[in-house]
Nanobody, 127 residues
Framework: QVQLVESGGSLVQPGGSLRLSCTAS????????IGWFRQVPGKEREGVSC????????YSTDSVKGRFTISRDNAKNTVWMQMNGLKPEDTAVYYC????????????????????WGQGTQVTVSS
């Protein structure tokens, strides 16, 4: 069965760093774009970044550009998101998800385009 499992979330101080991991099974990771999303209670799920299968295309939303970097190793069935310079407004549950296709860009970073989701990992940024 298709599974995506996030890990790496924790409580960090403002300005700190975390690396989130997304490990996939049950499908060929190298054939799909993977996206990262985040959600705060009472708010809509927000697209954060995506990466195409061969890393030809990556995209990050304006609020995290220059701070977050997405990468992947298809042989390891893993996608990472390195988060630097964390801010309190980055606090959320972070999810990885599988896109139905192999594209990446702002138009594809909407939750309706993704057909499989992980369980989420909590990131809390607080002093």
């Amino acid at each position: 069965q298709v599974q995506l499992v996030e890990s790496g979330g924790s409580l960090v101080q403002p300005g700190g760093s975390l690396r989130l991991s997304c490990t996939a099974s049950g499908f060929t990771l190298g054939r799909h774009t993977i996206g990262w999303f985040r959600q705060v209670p009472g708010k809509e799920r927000e697209g954060v970044s995506c990466i195409s299968p061969s890393e030809t295309s990556t995209y990050s939303t304006d609020s995290v550009k220059g701070r977050f970097t997405i990468s992947r190793d298809n042989a390891k069935n893993t996608v990472w998101m390195q988060m630097n310079g964390l801010k309190p407004e980055d606090t959320a549950v972070y999810y990885c998800a599988k896109l139905r296709w192999a594209y990446c860009g702002s138009r594809y970073l909407t939750s309706s385009n993704y057909d499989s989701w992980g369980q989420g990992t909590q990131v809390t940024v607080s002093s």
